[in-house]
């Protein structure tokens, strides 16, 4: 695609353009941001101003036109999310706006650009309202930067040809007499104020700005005639200074001293580990429609609230001969409003994780652009399957959504740049949503994160393994001081016959042993993929009694690890399995797996099952912390039968439990294929 790059003069934002390159984009334009006149360096949360002296050389060795604008607005909004969540517009006054403002003018020029590059290696407060603005747009951000290693970003940067000089200090250990050194130069003393201090070796914590002198991308090199050092503090800790450029020209370039760059590996080890697994078990998808399930689940409606926990389930719409889908899909919205509405006047804004049943995916399209309207900054996290929904639905949605006294207590991972990191939102979803402790991931399907293409030719065990990484990737992105366990993880498949081959690969794959599992075949997944992993997460921030007495609430957190326990039921017709992931010390915080088969009904016999399963002394003390549940059926014997007994078995005759019903084409846990009906039960 044709692009726009936004231009600090750093070593970061000139970097990312020669990826850009690499990945086949073409530059058109060049963008910046500066102070007003007079004005040296603004103290800005999102703009690099220091250097900009040397903004117009840069443009000129890059041989683009650029574009200006004066920084006029300050940092109003300083929070994690940048704007609201049910509207896509800015906060007037911010400084964010004047990056709209500039590259809305370099559109107006360049109607033809359809990306921006973007120089962000680890700032999730310039990525958020970078990729704000281009939402607003319609642009890409390109981010190829986005959480690589630093060490190894500072080496391929060197190895390149990036000659960038130090242009201002502002961390431990670095002082004057390091500004107009080149990265190479700087590279033992970065290495080793990271192994004493922790600093940042590419910068990240401010501890130092840079100007690109020479790029592979340069067709001239900026040469220095004349610099000033500027000295904004000096004291023991850490000094602040600047170089001032005042003049400086540009030298031609040897047309083929352009270097070339690596593109990192699609798979990290671990994860060519389990690709590897599976690469000789794999076989041509079948995407079979034999095992299309027969049997229908009805079920109303439900809500319930467990202290700030809310879940929706088995919200569809009320369906007509002659209702559009996009009808329909406004009309599951205007349920789901209203049973938040009504479970202490929450709105769509608190929901956190929404799953999403079409009939077809065919239907995707149309679904997605009447589903975006409802949300602007950090929607929910989100999973999209298309299953044998009974005619006429075409669409079934069920929800959790959270009661939070401040936005503080909701973090949201809303990644929409393209990057070797992991795919961009491809939809209106966030990757993650984490609140009170809890993390909800969205569905990873295998895409590759630089293209957002499924892999080519279409490949099982690339798919497997890219869905996994993706997923791992993400819980790495959100962890702040915590571990965290996946406690859930659904493998959704659209091949009945594969199922037992991305088993072989869970089967290598040890950072989900505690969580419980479930493999489902369903009707087909977004972008015709053959896998998609969804998973929950728990910080391992547990809530116990203070029994030290440090808390005056009588509470404190706690880090802790989960256990997961695993057994069967049987009686003489009826087989079931169950595994249980929760936390000793709070078993509000956890998951159940819940999977039945009739063999030969017999009533006498089920109901020994249902006491069975109801005395099972690790089971006992989950059922009065359900919050919603998952029913995944291909049964043999009408479903609605087995629900309706166990639901009045375990929570009574008149308890109101959130279920969602989902078709599937056949259910399989680790160690069994086959399964009629499996539960997945949340817990809170």
């Given at each position: ?46 703009y ?8 117009e050389?840069?443009a000129r060795a ?12 300050t ?57 704000h ?15 690589r ?36 130069e ?25 100007l690109?002198l ?10 220095l ?29 040897d ?49 319930v ?56 995916m065919?239907?995707f ?15 929910p996290?989100?999973a ?50 984490v ?27 690339t ?76 910080t ?24 997961l ?83 009045e ?36």
């Amino acid at each position: 695609m044709k692009y726009v790059a936004l231009l600090s003069g750093g070593k970061d934002s000139c970097f990312n353009l020669v990826h850009c390159q690499k990945n086949g984009h073409e530059l058109v334009a060049a963008a910046s941001l500066r102070p007003e006149q007079g004005k040296e360096e603004l103290d800005s949360y999102l703009y690099q101003t220091v250097g900009q002296d040397a903004i117009e050389f840069v443009a000129r060795a890059l041989e683009v036109p650029l574009y200006r604008r004066v920084i006029s607005g300050t940092a109003v909004e300083q929070g994690s999310e940048y704007g609201p969540r049910n509207l896509k517009r800015g906060i007037q006054g911010d400084e964010t706006e004047d990056l709209f403002e500039l590259l809305s003018t370099v559109k107006s020029h360049h109607p033809e650009i359809q990306g921006v590059s973007v120089g962000a290696i680890l700032s999730n407060y310039q990525r958020v309202r970078v990729e704000h603005v281009c939402a607003r747009l319609s642009l890409t951000a390109l981010c190829y930067l986005w959480q690589r290693p630093q060490d190894q970003l500072l080496d391929e940067m060197i190895d390149a040809g990036m000659n960038a000089i130090l242009i201002k200090v502002a961390g431990i250990g670095l002082t004057t007499k390091h500004l107009g050194k080149t990265l190479e130069e700087m590279r033992p003393t970065l290495l080793k104020l990271n192994n004493l201090y922790g600093s940042h070796i590419c910068g990240e914590g401010g501890e130092y700005e840079s100007l690109t002198l020479d790029c592979p991308l340069f067709k001239s090199r900026i040469v220095l005639k004349d610099t000033e050092i500027v000295i904004h503090s000096d004291n023991d800790f850490a000094t602040v200074a600047f170089l001032r450029i005042k003049d400086a020209t540009l030298e031609p370039k040897d047309e083929n001293a352009n270097a070339d760059v690596e593109i990192p590996s699609l798979l990290d080890e671990d994860f060519e580990v389990v690709r590897h697994s599976l690469v000789q078990l794999e076989r041509d998808p079948s995407r079979s429609d034999s095992h299309t399930p027969t049997e229908r689940l009805e079920l109303k409606v439900s809500s319930v609230r467990k202290g700030k926990w809310i879940a929706v389930a088995n919200v569809q719409a009320n369906v007509t001969v002659d209702m559009s889908i996009e009808e329909e899909v406004m009309q599951c919205f205007e349920i789901l409003n209203d049973r938040l509405s009504s479970q202490g006047n929450l709105t769509l804004a608190n929901c956190v994780n929404i799953n999403i049943f079409l009939s077809s995916m065919a239907l995707f399209t149309r679904v997605n652009a009447i589903y975006s309207t409802f949300f602007g900054t950090s929607p929910p996290a989100r999973a999209c399957v298309a299953v044998d929904l009974p005619h006429p639905v075409r669409i079934r949605l069920d929800c959790i959504a959270f009661a939070e006294d401040r936005p503080q207590e909701r973090q949201a991972l809303h990644v929409q740049s393209q990057s070797y990191w992991a795919p961009a939102n491809i939809g209106p979803y966030s990757q993650a949503i984490v609140v009170h402790e809890r993390v909800f991931i969205s569905g990873q399907i295998g895409l590759i994160p630089s293209s957002l293409t499924m892999p080519s030719p279409v490949s099982l065990s690339t798919e497997t393994a890219l869905a996994m990484q993706h997923a791992q990737r993400v819980i790495e992105v959100l962890r702040n001081g915590w571990d965290g366990h996946v406690q859930a993880a659904i493998y959704w498949l659209s091949d009945v016959d594969c199922l037992g081959i991305v088993r072989k690969g869970v089967e290598v794959y040890d950072r989900d042993k505690l969580a419980v599992k479930l493999f489902v075949a369903v009707k087909s997944l977004p972008k015709d993929a053959l896998v998609e992993k969804q998973v929950l997460v728990h910080t391992g921030q547990v809530l116990v009694p203070d029994e030290d007495e440090e808390s005056e609430k009588g509470f404190v957190l706690r880090t802790m690890s989960p256990g997961l326990q695993k057994g069967n039921v049987a009686t003489k017709g009826v087989m079931g399995y169950w595994e249980t992931c929760v936390f000793t010390e709070s078993p509000g915080s956890g998951c159940v797996l819940l999977c039945i088969r009739i063999q030969e009904f017999d009533e006498n016999d089920w109901q020994a099952f249902l006491s069975s399963v109801k005395s099972t002394t690790a089971l006992q003390g989950c059922w009065n912390h359900t919050l919603s549940i998952r029913a995944f059926h291909c049964a043999r014997r009408p479903v609605t039968e087995i629900v309706s007994d166990l639901i009045e078995k375990l929570y009574g005759r008149s308890a109101a439990i959130p279920i969602t019903p989902i078709p599937c084409r056949a259910v399989s846990t680790v160690g069994k294929d086959d399964w009629d009906i499996a539960f997945i039960v949340t817990l809170s």
